[in-house]
């Protein structure tokens, strides 16, 4: 009798044992006060779960789902136009991005000289201003 | 539409809140319930032609809790709690349902929504909706025993969330 499952207790008071099989739970009941404790939470909570009111719907639900059935709405869940809302973003980015426009990307030479020429100088050029190097005295030979 | 086949307008309007009230009870939010009704109407309009007349209702808990069940293996969205083998504490009794205040149902929808997805639907689809253990099993394709076993530790469980 020890190896009757405690879920038994459930399958029980749902009415989902067999003939013996409730014989077996009576039986069991009948000697063992921690089973008869178990039984009366399983009612108590089986109770709590079937006394719940119907969870009722935002106002116009019913009818928002009347007004665009899914196959004719842009999106069935919130999630798909979430979904699509961020590939048009990408869409969007990209084709914004400039696009190679098939042309040479070599440049041409002699525009290149002419430009870095003319804003060119040894003046400019920040090596050419750094600070001579001197060594330390203390280590000089 | 064969006789006996309800229209998707009929559905939608006579069972929406049927179903949102399930979905509600599953997903333990509005947003998602909403979704989740969405997306089983699409179904339902999907499989009418293959519906055969019977219990409605069993047949669109079914799919809600199939859509249910799909988002679940696709975003794990909910947190699941480690579960002990062999769950035996004696818990304290508890008031009755019928001598409990206003807040009741929202203090049984928050421990509902801790239990383990598979344990949450188990008792959902027997204790909200009123399905049997074999139309259980068939809905989650998975034995009766393990229906068995879910539904009777999803209530220990829940007990234990609501003491």
Redesign the interface.
Known sequence: MNSL???????YV?G?CSPDEIAEVEARLASDP?WR??L???E???????????????AG??DG??AT???RSNG????GAALAAIAAVIVGVVLAVPRDTGGDATPVVATLVDTHGATSSFEADPVSTLAPIVAPSGLEP | MPDGVPT??EI??DH???L??VA??LAGN??D???L???A??RV?RGLESYTPGSLEGWLARIVTNVFLDDVRKHRRRPTIALPE???L??P??A???E?GEG??EE??AALSVLPDEFRVA?VL???VGL??DEISVSTKVPVGTV??R???G??M??EA?T
């Open positions: 499952p405690e879920e038994m207790l459930s399958a749902d989902e921690q404790a178990i009366l939470e399983i108590s909570t089986r109770a709590s779960l079937r006394s719940l009111s119907a969870q009722e719907p935002p639900f019913v789902l009347l059935p899914p196959e069935p869940r919130r999630t | 998707w307008e939608a309007r929406g809140r049927f949102y009230n509600y009870r509005d947003a319930a909403q979704d009704v969405q997306e109407l699409m309009r062999q769950p035996d004696v818990l009794p508890s009755a349902a019928d409990v009741f149902s049984v929808q008792v027997c204790d909200v049997s253990y068995r076993s539904i009777h530790r209530r220990r829940l007990r609501l």
